[in-house]
């Protein structure tokens, strides 16, 4: 029998593996040659904690060009109309999806208006998003309720005011096991006035800070880059320090960011590339011509994210016109295949 000379070659792989806790590999793909490998012909060595084909820059720019290339012009572009949250159809999830994959988020407006929290989880169960954040200030259900509080312990915190909120993604404060990797926030009732979010997928960032300097990602990737002191009240200590990196990345290959604008209660590492970086980041978001895109969700309407970059500027309730916004966070990525 003649035999075949089996020939050895690197290749860098995006791996789709299960939502589950478990780790389970259910797909294998040769982002280079833009095949799917069976996972039987292969030795996998996994190097996710340092984002992978991205460390390749061949790789990398392939992938930066189908991004940039994906990317939508305008807010326009990722807009989906549901008919309820709780009967997507085939169609609208797939609308959904693409514009998740284009920009890692979607704005979806739904018909039939009457949405509650139940509903919300409901929704996102349709795209993997099942595990959710419990945290201090969500109800019993994990999602919370994001209006202006006049009592209870939401009182000393910025969402649950009309002030206006910094450039962030969601649970910046959370350590590493409680990462939160996707969030909806849908939208009850709008302020009379205000309440605009500025919205910026992190995957493009990463872009800008690479085609500036590629320091400034080794910068953002340091363990110790951000740390958010303790939380503490009169009775002690509600969470501990946590110290992280501005950029994580999946087993997958996806880009996790963790940041925060605010001046108050963050700590960054003290160091030249780190400050530099930092400041590239900020006339990133600040610029009137870059891609960040504005967009002020209205009764009905929602956003479905990978915990993109976003602001909200200050709002005025009015009579009978109290802001009201639904957010949900999840542990899960939202599932495109
Ligand atoms: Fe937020």
Redesign the pocket.
């Known amino acids: 029998m003649q035999k075949k000379a089996v020939k050895q070659r690197n290749i860098f792989l995006r791996i789709r593996i299960s939502n589950s806790e478990d780790l389970a590999i259910l797909e294998i793909h040769d982002i280079r040659n833009s095949i799917l490998i069976p996972a039987g012909f292969i030795t996998v060595k996994i190097s996710g904690d340092k984002g992978g084909f991205l460390q390749d820059e061949t790789c990398y720019r392939e992938w930066r060009k189908k991004r940039l290339r994906s990317y939508p012009q305008n807010v326009e572009e990722i807009r989906v109309q549901v008919d309820s949250l709780l009967n997507v159809t085939a169609r609208q999830k797939a609308a959904l999806i693409t514009a998740c994959k284009r920009a890692n988020m979607a704005i979806y407006h739904c018909r039939n208006a009457a949405v509650d929290r139940a509903a919300v989880a409901t929704f996102a169960s349709g795209f993997g998003l099942t595990r959710l954040d419990h945290h201090l200030c969500a109800n019993a259900d994990g999602v919370s309720e994001l209006a202006v509080a006049s009592e209870g312990v939401r009182t000393t915190y910025v ?1 649950y005011s009309s002030r206006s ?1 910094s450039w ?3 649970g910046y404060y959370n350590d590493k096991e409680r990462q939160i990797n996707a ?1 909806i ?1 849908h939208c009850a009732r709008s302020a009379a006035t205000g309440g605009e979010n500025a919205l910026l997928d992190p995957e493009l960032a990463y872009i800008h800070l690479r085609d500036e300097d590629p320091r400034f990602i080794t910068a953002f990737e340091h363990p110790e880059c951000m740390t958010i002191p303790a939380n503490r009240d009169a009775l002690g200590e509600i969470r501990a320090a946590v110290s992280g990196p501005v950029f994580s990345y999946a087993l997958s290959g996806e880009i996790h960011m963790r940041y925060s604008a605010r001046k108050r209660n963050i700590q960054w590492r003290d160091d030249a590339l780190t400050t530099a970086a930092r400041e590239c980041l900020t006339q990133l978001l600040e610029d009137p011509n870059g891609p960040v895109f504005h967009y002020r969700l209205k009764a009905g309407e929602g956003l479905i994210s990978n915990n993109i970059l ?1 602001n ?1 500027t200050e709002f005025n309730d009015g009579p009978g016109q109290q802001r009201l916004l639904y ?1 949900a966070r999840f542990f899960d990525r939202i599932r495109t295949q």
């Open positions: 969402p909120l962030h993604t969601d969030v926030l976003h909200r957010r």
